[in-house]
């Protein structure tokens, strides 16, 4: 990379700070500008940050001309906007998903990113995992043959604050968007069809949000496979990310991240680490490649690895999940993108 | 024991002479007669089998008034006839899954067996398996606080001749009956609600049996929590049989029994060993335990380990499993057994 | 096999009772005498045990014209003279290990043996074990290349009582002469030379007999690899017993097997079962196949699977590897073995 | 840390550039100078090392004032003289391992440090690995109660050049020198006594160096409990470190890091992931601690995490296992260091 990339940060939060700290380990990255509506209170953390100005507004990171990229880690229901701003400035936008809680702004927001022609990378970062890859690479090179059945396991170590609850759209644009996400890239196929069971069995207050914390999610594929998610809001033993890819000549399957490899034996048994405890611990390499796939298709003009429409799929399909866990049957996705202004 | 309990045969195929060789090693049990249609081909195998007699006509068994017991291993369309001539006789019964195809039928049997006041049981061999008991343990002794899912993955390691797809009653009732019934074992829970999505995904041509193959199906159970199988008729790595009870304090994972436990390390990877090649491997141990149940029921006249009851009920979650995968739609279990004639 | 093969056992304790058991399920095979020093306290498990005669003198046996074959289950100080006896009768003998603690008189029953042209097989029984005639196949195949390094750890999960220690012949004789002969059997090759280390770290009180319950032994082999020995007289955890073979192009590893396969998840970790407590449970069917090993070579007049040679071997190795804890200094192994009365 | 600590490096290899490359991302630390003899070919490096200037000399770093710590990089041979003069100069000394082939000037070299008062770490980088740490941790805290056998296995995924052979000390001084810091780093305990065996297996042109490639070494502990090492040059399938703490209470094992966890079932077995490649994969984040370790220490003028005096022991223990495979017999290790100038 001859040019640097200058880059300004919509939202300091837990996942904003996670991509600042990667960024700086980054030869080619110019981390220039970081808002947040609290900038008040993180002036501790902006003073070794090795970010050049805090703002509480982020239009100034808007109309900051020097700025090329822009990651929008802020609240979901700013993301939109941000994007529409940033994309008529010309600005690259890396969003955390999901796009919106509204199937028509994300569109919006799609068009106005097409228009404008600037790369947009959405955050699904678990494509970027050595385990999911690999098993990716079989399913794309028939190491298992022709798919049949897809499994993911997903599990939380602790569910969120109530509060949280209530603002996440749920936990199925919340949490399993991201399975959705991996459900399309593990498999190569698009899902049209979805059937969702649930409840509230870890927190019963989570009903009164009209959400639940435990789920299973069966999945039709259009290449004809099948298969299903099943989600926790607590796994007590840490943060649970299976999957398994089963096919006509085998099985693929991701297995946890542990804290270590040692094993004890004793009177009791055999004690074995836990899981990573979270998606920080777990994520953290996915992060980094993440962000680099995102400067790297900047840098040479090339295709961002996870484009605008999977964060329209993968939402699409977490709307469909809603719907059948109210109606009770089967709910099916359209997998065709309308656009009317730019036809 | 004291006495010995007399046994007659009904059905000399793969599981007849399993249960038969299973006999001999028990003491307390002697094998008297086993009777089969084709009985003119079995004659080399009886010589070494150690049973006294052979015939062609099971009604020969039903009226030898030395046999106690008998065991009912022949084809699926015959078992109701000789359970009921059997009970009125008062014998007791081991029956192979599933009791029938009709419901109507299997409850016709169950009121015979309750009027005779014989002891009935049913042959779901992998209650008795030291890996699933095990975790039926944790579950009951809440060593995993309260289920909130159960998840079991049954492969078979080939799939079935078509002719016997044409008679098998359809996957459900035939393979995933036993996944069923290790729902209800498990969890300790009747199952109320299923859905059941599925394909010929390994053999197209067992759609021509309005069958299907591969198959993931959904399961609440009366207790609020829920539960997923998924089926594949081929796993060509060999008998996949898989389970994980999730809960709120953590989660029981039942993982394959392998050929050995060694792993060969190499420039490719490191090797680790199959599972079992089918269940005659796997369940070995499980279906000596299974009959030892049933005569220890027999001699000590206690409840038998595995009920009529629990065979009903699996029967119903088969039935309305097909009209699920039939209509789309997810199909409620009736979890009341009512009987007309004894009541 | 035909002709049925008429076993009488000398030497009713654990060992003893174990191969009754076994022969029991085997067809060919009529278990006709049994003799134990003890025989008062034996007349209840006997009644059950289905052999024809129980008597305190063996020598009942070795008169008795109608038995063919011999399993000698006595204390180790008594097999030469049984040995001597038996073959002078045209007996069959399958001899528990070791065959003796002196090496002349082990020399003195080999010439008795091949001088009488018996079948003689000595109780190796883990050759047997499908894990490590797995290994065995895959070094003789060469699967992990030439062998380089052979790694054996065996561990015994409790200490023996300290009369058995006095009596026992030292760790060495008692214990590792399994793990000498598994050297010999995987490694296809003689060990030439012995280092041993070791200490009484499990019962100080050990050491007051003269022995070690801790042990560390270096082997050289004639093929040029080299290899280790580790054993403890407890692990807590249950009987231990792995092996590493270590090639040019890899490595095959046997891990134990386990109670069950099932692992728990909590808040503390994954626990995982332990290894199968004892010999009893880990070779049990290790200990079938040996006797069906004999009976096969009896009944078709082929080589045993286990030859008095090994024996021979492993007691020597045992007698270098005290020589080498007593000294302080590695000690070789003579691997020829020179019969003056028959040659 | 308010204060940075300004780093000079000699000796720019693959081990230097990784220390640089770590050191990037910390904060406190500025990294000055690095000097190499073949300077001349490391110009493109050095212009994205973020380094300041780069010498042939590494005088220049020894005389310049502004450098309060050098990390020692450098060929074996050197490291003596550097240590002295870098010492004399007031400088914070990090350096690799062996401090140097001869026990005399290692002892020459350790006065030099005492005399200056500067801080000495050496680099054990397996002292930072996670598992390692773990199983230490274990051990220190009697949950394994106490410790009997002290197992370490320790394999490179390929032989090194026949001209490194040359000049690396040996095997045991180039490769075990790692296991016998291990060694004394789990058990807490000094090793009294050495008993070495080995071949030229994987190379015999290893010989012709009088060196050898597949080596197990026995160690006796000042604490009475025993231990083995088992090294070969070349495993095929990866970098293999494991290691096995065996005690009373029962063993912590430490497995291989693998390249993923995924496993692939097909039907020729179950396929799991080989160990990561080499030592810059598997103590990648060993690497990074060992070195904020230091700075720590330089910062807070606390003890270094791993002392001259480790690196001595580890010396010793090399020179008395090869004097053991030149004798055939065990030799003994001397654990108290005498200082002439400083006494």
Chains 1, 2, 3, 4 share one sequence.
């Not at 100034?60 to 020097?66: F, G, K, N, R």
């Not at 970027?128 to 028939?142: G, T, Y």
Request: with cysteine.
């Amino acid at each position: 990379m001859n040019k640097q990339v200058v880059v300004g940060v919509v939202g300091a939060g837990r996942i904003g700070k996670l991509h600042i700290n990667n960024m700086k380990n980054l030869s080619g990255v110019r981390i220039k500008a970081v808002s947040d509506v609290f900038a008040d209170h993180l002036q501790d953390w902006f003073n070794t940050s090795g970010v050049e100005y805090l703002t509480k507004d982020y239009q100034e990171i808007i109309q900051d001309p020097e700025i090329d990229a822009i990651f929008i880690c802020s609240p979901t229901d700013t993301h939109v906007e941000i994007i529409k701003e940033a994309a008529k400035k010309g600005k690259h936008i890396f969003c955390e998903k999901p796009i919106s809680f509204s199937q028509e702004e994300t569109l919006e927001a799609y068009e106005a990113v097409k228009e404008a022609g600037v790369k947009f990378q959405i955050g699904f970062n678990r494509r970027f995992d050595r385990n999911f890859s690999k098993v990716r690479a079989a399913v794309e090179e028939k190491g298992i043959g022709d798919l049949h059945v897809l499994k993911i396991t997903s599990r939380d170590p602790e569910p969120p604050a109530l509060d949280y609850v209530e603002r996440s759209g749920g936990i199925f644009m919340d949490m399993t968007i991201h399975d959705f996400d991996m459900a399309r890239f593990i498999s190569g196929s698009e899902v049209i069809e979805v059937f969702a069971t649930g409840a509230a069995l870890v927190n019963p207050a989570i009903a009164n949000y009209n959400d639940i914390d435990t789920a299973i999610i069966n999945l039709k594929f259009a290449n004809g496979s099948i298969g299903v998610i099943d989600n926790s809001r607590q796994a007590v033993y840490g943060y649970d990310q299976r999957l398994e890819a089963f096919g006509s000549e085998g099985s693929a399957i991701v297995n946890n991240e542990t804290e270590s490899t040692v094993s004890i034996s004793s009177r009791n048994g055999i004690q074995e680490d836990k899981p990573l405890h979270f998606f920080l611990e777990r994520y953290n390499d996915a992060f980094v490649k993440e962000i680099k796939g995102f400067f790297d298709a900047i840098t040479h003009d090339t295709e961002v690895p996870c484009q605008f429409q999977d964060g329209i799929m993968a939402q699409r399909i977490a709307v469909a999940a809603k719907e059948s866990l109210q109606t009770g049957v089967p709910v099916s996705v359209e997998t065709t993108i309308k656009l009317e202004l730019l036809n």
